[in-house]
């Protein structure tokens, strides 16, 4: 088979502009603003004088040669966004509906040797749909009957982006070769004897016959395996064993070694790589009389969301999910364990959105960055979510390549789809076998999920509710035929009696943010972290925070003046909000970041503490997880990464590939062992939480005051919790702990009551150079704030009075020369 490509230059029209010079893989915006059309659309407000674009047509052509005219030849498009015609030569190829499939068009016998015109004429998409009747659902609803990205068309973290183009690569494919069309590699066993790996391959052209080879080679590049056989039947399998296979392991329990799958059918080559293990989730059922049953039933009791914030109608006083479903000690409750190859692992890490609001900006660069990210900041799982896309293929092996366990969601969120139409069913079908076949030989993919959000009324016994059709009629059979040894969940989250059950299976903390928010109102906050410890599950998989990035990422869209207006109305537009949320999520992070950290004095002191809300957030949810490990054997949250600038948003990477504040936080929990103090009865407990490993850990605690000094050693006894009691006065206000385990210093402490921080200036900078900065506190700092476009080792950490502290940074990438780091700091008031 030979490919052409037909990327490049093409060209953009509509009925105002004519053949502008276009760039393919792209889209019309990023065109327009190319031409000069459109200013930057992320800069301040801009994006609001861009709406037009989407109720235009477009057509995108060009003209290109071909050779060979007579032989077999096909035209393929890896993504249109996503109405089309596609036209050659004036003749219609066929029209497109569906972003999330490539098409492909037979031109045999349709080419000529020389200026064959290719058109590509885009739809509306708005216009497409605005005459169907309305649906249910966050945000806006017409999204739903389109296949198309639905987070662009306006979500509480990103703009509105509706566009259309040819965003992935375009070629002509030659030639009807006997060659391999896909091939299926899985682990079927590992034992004593080494690794069975079962080889599915399926031909094309197969009655053309002939010898194909089949190679593999290990993480080192060594054959260890090869044989060849003729076929002339349209698939084989094969059984074969590797001795002394190397397994790959998630992030933090071992290495990630790939192996390749080399087939060669008469010359043509097919290449997979893959990796050896296996993944189980275990759902075992919690005793009658267990602790972890009784801490079910408090959670549950404790959970007083109402029932009319998910759509359902309020029927007197403040009904409750209980009142509605009877949570009871009739209802079993389970754990939630992902086991590879045997072993129990502790899952941590975040939800994935698309990483640029227009699919053709999604540089492999930038997205090798984030999974990067992740892996630095002792992360072992992306869920990827159901409002974005089936990501690029770099995505899915920059995972592999560093331990990232993947949790993917089908293309649905947040609303009532037309799951009983049968072109959508149709749709959904095609979506489930691509996806399938492009995913199913990566040992990062854990599970499937249904959709996002679309069942969390469903029910195992339920007979009819939404999303179960779009799920079981319409993906499933696919997944069950093309990749039958994984996990698919008819919806995220899945599990439970409603799916949003926090006492099993998966859970969404998004679901419950009326009680959180209730809280950041109608109270002083002071005891915001035994609030924030009821958000408690056995396996969450999108827990929320919230906050901004650095200053120097806020610049890149806004201005000094637009950061010191006081209606902060620039910051609010790149904060985007839900509708049904009254006031807008802005104001409930300011509320909340205000009422637990003091009152803002000046533009600096609130944006720290804007920034340093996700800090505190992520430490007392991820401490708390930890302290229940065992109940709890997961935490991913919302969300990873940015789809657009955003000011104040959820994300712990920005969209410049900056760590927030919430990154050094994250890093921080997730390290194998991590210490955390609890008051209880009085009396002050560490926590020490273990993600698997064993051994001794050294531990120093101190009050602020330092008026006593406690040293012990502590034997780590793998996967779960140690609990030390302190031998401290309860009436101390403030404890601090340093756990040393192996070559790592955990440092934890306890505050009474709320966070209030001031600037300070007790601190100098001993040392400062292009790779490290040293600096020394001459009191207590609670927060050292290094600024700057770098990655650094550590950042908000704390200082003792006189404690030195050396970090280390880079230069984050694309940003060739900038300034050296300026460090700030906090502390507690008097």
Same mark, same amino acid.
């Given at each position: ?9 093409w060209?953009?029209s ?15 915006h ?7 059309? /459109? ?5 301040r ?5 861009c709406q037009?674009?989407?109720r ?5 052509s060009r003209?290109?040669?071909a050779?060979?005219?007579a032989d ?11 109405y089309a015609?596609?036209?050659?030569? $004036? ?7 569906n972003?999330f ?8 016998g349709?080419?000529k ?6 058109e590509?004429r885009?739809r509306?998409p708005v216009?497409e ?8 659902g966050?945000?806006?609803t017409?999204r739903?009957?389109?296949r198309?990205m639905?987070c662009?068309?306006y ?9 259309? +183009? ?6 002509l ?6 060659? =391999?069309g ?7 066993a590992?034992?004593?004897f080494?690794?069975?790996?079962? /080889?599915?391959?399926?031909?094309l052209?197969?009655? #053309?016959?002939?010898v194909?080879?089949?190679e593999?080679?290990?993480?080192n ?13 349209p ?11 190397q ?5 933090g329990?071992?290495e ?6 080399r087939i060669?059918a008469?010359e043509?080559v097919?290449?997979?790589t893959f990796?050896?293990r @296996?993944l189980?989730?275990a ?19 404790r ?7 998910? $759509? ?5 006083g403040q009904?409750t999910?209980?009142?509605?479903? $009877?949570w009871?000690?009739?209802e ?7 086991? =590879? ?9 975040g939800?994935?959105v ?8 999604e540089?492999?660069?930038k ?19 159901g409002?974005?896309?089936? %990501?690029?293929d ?14 993917q969601?089908?293309l649905?969120?947040?609303?009532e ?6 072109w959508?069913?149709e749709?959904?079908t095609k979506?489930a076998?691509f996806a ?18 679309n069942? @969390? ?8 509710f939404? $999303? ?7 993906t ?8 039958p040894?994984r996990?698919?969940?008819?919806s995220?989250?899945y599990?439970g009696?409603?799916?949003m059950?926090i006492?099993? +299976? ?5 679901? &419950? ?16 972290k035994e609030h924030? %410890?009821?958000?408690?599950a056995? &396996? ?7 906050g901004t990035?650095? #200053? ?17 109305r ?27 950290f ?5 533009v ?11 800090? *505190?957030?992520i430490?007392?949810?991820f %401490? ?6 065992g &109940? ?5 949250f ?17 969209f ?7 990154w050094?936080s ?17 009396a002050f407990h ?5 993600d ?6 050294k531990? =120093?605690?101190h009050?602020l005051?330092?008026q ?12 779960? =919790?140690?609990v030390? #009691? ?7 206000p403030?404890v601090i702990?340093?756990?040393h ?5 955990d ?18 900078v ?7 900065i040293?600096v ?7 927060a ?7 990655i650094?080792?550590?950042n ?6 006189? *404690?030195?502290? @050396? ?6 990438t694309?940003?060739?020369?900038p300034a050296?780091?300026r460090a700030?700091?906090? @502390?507690?008031?008097?």
């Amino acid at each position: 088979m030979k490919r052409t490509t037909l990327n490049g230059n093409w060209f953009l029209s509509n009925d105002t502009y004519q053949k502008l010079p276009a760039v393919v893989p792209g889209c019309v915006h990023t065109d327009l603003k190319r031409n000069g059309i /459109i200013s930057d659309y992320f800069w301040r407000d801009n994006n609001d004088s861009c709406q037009w674009i989407e109720r235009e047509d477009w057509s995108y052509s060009r003209f290109f040669d071909a050779e060979n005219t007579a032989d077999a030849c096909r035209l393929v498009f890896e993504g249109l966004d996503t109405y089309a015609t596609v036209l050659l030569n $004036g003749d219609v190829l066929g029209e497109t509906q569906n972003m999330f499939i490539p098409h492909t068009f037979d031109v045999s016998g349709k080419l000529k040797e020389k200026d064959n015109l290719l058109e590509v004429r885009f739809r509306s998409p708005v216009k497409e749909t605005e005459n169907l009747p309305a649906r249910t659902g966050a945000f806006t609803t017409e999204r739903m009957y389109t296949r198309r990205m639905q987070c662009t068309y306006y979500w509480d973290w990103v703009d509105r982006f509706v566009t259309c +183009g040819i965003f992935l690569p375009v070629y002509l494919e030659t030639g009807d070769d006997f060659c =391999v069309g896909d091939a299926y590699i899985y682990t079927e066993a590992i034992d004593d004897f080494g690794a069975q790996i079962v /080889i599915e391959t399926n031909y094309l052209n197969h009655e #053309k016959s002939g010898v194909v080879q089949f190679e593999i080679f290990d993480p080192n590049g060594q054959r260890i395996h090869e044989n060849k056989q003729y076929v002339r039947e349209p698939k084989t399998v094969q059984r074969i064993n590797v001795t002394a296979p190397q397994l790959w392991w998630p992030n933090g329990y071992g290495e990630h070694p790939l192996y390749t799958l080399r087939i060669t059918a008469n010359e043509n080559v097919h290449e997979e790589t893959f990796g050896i293990r @296996t993944l189980r989730v275990a759902e075992i059922p919690d005793a009658k009389d267990s602790d972890y049953r009784a801490l079910c039933r408090k959670l549950q009791d404790r959970q007083r969301t109402p029932i009319e914030e998910f $759509g359902w109608e309020r029927q007197d006083g403040q009904k409750t999910l209980i009142d509605e479903f $009877g949570w009871d000690d009739t209802e079993e409750t389970a754990g939630f364990v992902v086991i =590879v190859n045997g072993k129990r692992i502790y899952c941590r890490g975040g939800n994935w959105v698309p990483c640029d609001p227009f699919p053709s900006e999604e540089s492999e660069e930038k997205i090798a960055e984030i999974v990067a990210l992740a892996e630095e900041g002792n992360m072992n799982m992306i869920r990827v979510w159901g409002g974005g896309l089936f %990501e690029k293929d770099c995505f899915y092996d920059e995972c592999d390549k560093r331990g990232i366990l993947v949790t993917q969601d089908f293309l649905m969120a947040c609303g009532e789809y037309p799951q009983k139409e049968a072109w959508f069913l149709e749709e959904l079908t095609k979506e489930a076998a691509f996806a399938a076949k492009k995913l199913r030989n990566h040992p990062c993919l854990a599970w499937w999920s249904g959709d996002n959000e679309n069942a @969390t009324k469903g029910f195992d016994l339920g007979e009819e509710f939404n $999303g179960r059709d779009a799920a079981l009629v319409g993906t499933a059979p696919s997944i069950f035929a093309l990749d039958p040894n994984r996990r698919f969940h008819l919806s995220s989250p899945y599990g439970g009696t409603p799916y949003m059950s926090i006492t099993r +299976g998966t859970t969404h903390t998004t679901n &419950f943010f009326g009680d959180m928010f209730q809280f950041f109102t109608n109270t002083d906050c002071v005891s915001y972290k035994e609030h924030l %410890e009821h958000f408690l599950a056995r &396996f969450t998989v999108e827990e929320p925070i919230y906050g901004t990035p650095q #200053k120097c990422s806020l610049l890149k869209f806004l201005t000094e003046e637009d950061l010191a207006d006081e209606s902060e109305r620039i910051l609010r537009f790149h904060s985007k909000s839900n509708p049904c949320v009254n006031p807008t999520l802005f104001d409930y992070g300011k509320t909340f970041a205000e009422k637990i950290f003091g009152g803002f004095h000046g533009v600096e002191d609130k944006l720290f503490k804007y920034e340093y809300l996700q800090y *505190e957030w992520i430490r007392v949810i991820f %401490e708390n997880c930890r302290r229940h490990t065992g &109940f709890n054997d997961g935490l991913v949250f919302w969300m990873l990464n940015d789809c657009w600038p955003a000011s104040m948003s959820w994300s712990i990477i920005d969209f410049y590939n900056l760590p927030k504040a919430a990154w050094y936080s994250f890093k921080r929990c997730a390290k194998s062992v991590i210490g955390s103090v609890k008051k209880e009865n009085g009396a002050f407990h560490l926590y020490l939480s273990s993600d698997g490993k064993s051994g001794v850990a050294k531990v =120093v605690c101190h009050t602020l005051a330092q008026q006593g000094v406690y040293e012990t050693e502590v034997s780590i006894d793998g996967y779960g =919790v140690t609990v030390l #009691k302190l031998p401290f006065d309860g009436q101390e206000p403030f404890v601090i702990c340093d756990v040393h385990f192996e070559d790592t210093v955990d440092r934890c402490f306890y505050k009474e009551g709320s966070l209030p921080l001031e600037k300070s200036d007790r601190f100098e900078v001993l040392r400062q150079d292009e790779q490290s900065i040293t600096v020394r506190g001459t009191a207590y700092l609670h927060a050292v704030v290094l600024e700057g476009e770098y990655i650094f080792s550590d950042n908000y950490f704390s200082l003792l009075p006189g *404690e030195e502290k @050396t970090v280390t940074y880079r230069k984050a990438t694309g940003n060739a020369a900038p300034a050296l780091p300026r460090a700030t700091a906090f @502390t507690l008031t008097k």
